[in-house]
């Protein structure tokens, strides 16, 4: 079993659509990172979460430690927001990233 | 934010050669720089960790010898891959971490070895 799980692998939505990325990992952590990938590749980083919630944008990120749990939202999702987004623990243990294209 | 750059963006090289990436801090010191790897439609895997004025530490299954890693300065850290082939072909991306809870990605390095 994978350190870090996400789902789904794949999301297709409406512009305007709000947008739910999960992510589960089992082992113990000190914060968990949220990453975007667009096509060209470039990497951002766009949350880093030891506890409770987090917002910026239209984008939120929530992490229960005690689940082992984090979810990432887009509100009113808009096709710049199509990427990769990529779950990471611990030293970079990734998830094999949710591939979100927003139609528009 | 802090600023991650990677150089080359782009490099092919021919099989049997050595190719280097150059990882810098642009505004912010790192003690602490990653290296990864991405191949086509996978996620990213952590090939080494490097500490300034250090060794780094490799990953299970990444040869020391092939990817040396060189970090000279609390700005800067190097990636060559040495004697070169094809399947070494791979997106290179760097990452750069300035206190526990925040660490930085470069825009990654497209090796293409022919």
């Known amino acids: 079993k994978n350190e870090v799980e996400q789902s789904p692998q794949n999301l297709t939505a409406q512009e305007g659509e709000f947008i739910t990325i999960n992510c589960s990992y089992s082992?113990?952590?000190?914060?968990l990172h949220w990453l975007q990938q667009h096509p060209g590749g470039g990497i951002v980083s766009l949350f880093m979460l030891s506890s409770g919630k987090k917002k910026h944008g239209r984008l939120i990120a929530t992490i229960n430690i005690q689940e082992k749990h984090s979810s990432l939202h887009i509100t009113a999702s808009h096709p710049r927001d199509s990427a990769v987004y990529i779950c990471a623990v611990r030293d970079m243990r990734f998830g094999a990233g949710t591939r979100l294209t927003v139609k528009p | 934010g802090a600023v991650v750059s990677q150089h080359p963006s782009r490099v092919i090289c021919k099989s049997g050669t050595s190719v280097k990436i150059e990882c810098r801090s642009l505004d912010f010191q790192a003690t602490t720089m990653f290296w990864y790897r991405q191949f086509p439609k996978q996620s990213l895997m952590l090939m080494a960790t490097?500490?300034?004025?250090?060794?780094?530490?490799?990953e299970q299954g990444v040869e020391k010898d092939k990817f040396l890693i060189n970090h000279a300065s609390l700005t800067l850290s190097t990636l060559t891959v040495t004697s070169a082939h094809p399947e070494d072909s791979s997106f290179y991306i760097c990452?750069?971490?300035?206190?526990?809870?925040?660490?930085?990605f470069g825009p990654g390095t497209r090796l293409t070895v022919t």
């Open positions: 490097s500490n300034e004025g250090s060794k780094a530490t490799y």
């Open positions: 082992v113990g952590i000190s914060a």
């Open positions: 990452s750069a971490r300035v206190a526990a809870y925040e660490q930085y």
